[in-house]
């Protein structure tokens, strides 16, 4: 079962434009991860939030966590054609056994 | 090697017939992990290995499915009696340390599987 649940499904913005994205889970985590999937590709990790945190940026990447609510956000600036992929946020109740659990995605499309 | 490598990239299985999906994890790394993607869904947990324990097969869907990881290094999921349910991207991903407060998963490219 999936426990993230990305919204919206779709997003298509312009170059240059900012996206964001959202996810909510259902149980108390560990930590909260953001991944890329490029069409028919494997996942790239981009950011890792922990249960701590409130908010963390990399690069064009922005990140923020509210554990009250269950729910996370994820913000690109400056988007770029080369951001279009699908992105999932992904969940760890902690521990080394867990594995993640992954929303359904999110599929943004970065118009030229 | 750089990455996580999986093989074969394409896999095309009549109904029925048995497969097993290959992983090569980067070297040196722990964990190891299966998992499932169908088309449009997220990717679902199958299995995890710490080297070469199973600790975690509560994903496996059924009792075709099996994966072993008899060195602590590469990993092969096998499925017997393919159903076209089975039709999926497979991704293996691994990781250097055991607590995920610390780290990610570097995924490979996945195989996809599909059962006519």
Known sequence: ?112 | GAGVSQSPRYKVAKRGQDVALRCDPISGHVSLFWYQQALGQGPEFLTYFQNEAQLDKSGLPSDRFFAERPEGSVSTLKIQRTQQEDSAVYLCASSLGTGWANYGYTFGSGTRLTVV
């Open chain 1, 1 to 112: 079962s999936q426990q993230g649940e990305e919204d919206p499904q779709a997003l298509s913005i312009q170059e240059g434009e900012n996206a964001t994205m959202n996810c909510s889970y259902k149980t108390s985590i560990n930590n909260l991860q953001w991944y890329r999937q490029n069409s028919g590709r494997g996942l790239v990790h981009l950011i890792l939030i922990r249960s701590n945190e409130r908010e963390k940026h990399s690069g064009r990447l922005r990140v923020t966590l509210d554990t009250s609510k269950k729910s996370s956000s994820l913000l690109i600036t400056a988007s770029r054609a080369a951001d279009t992929a699908s992105y999932f946020c992904a969940t760890s109740s902690g521990g080394g056994a867990d594995g993640l659990t992954f929303g359904k995605g999110t599929h943004l499309i970065i118009q030229p």
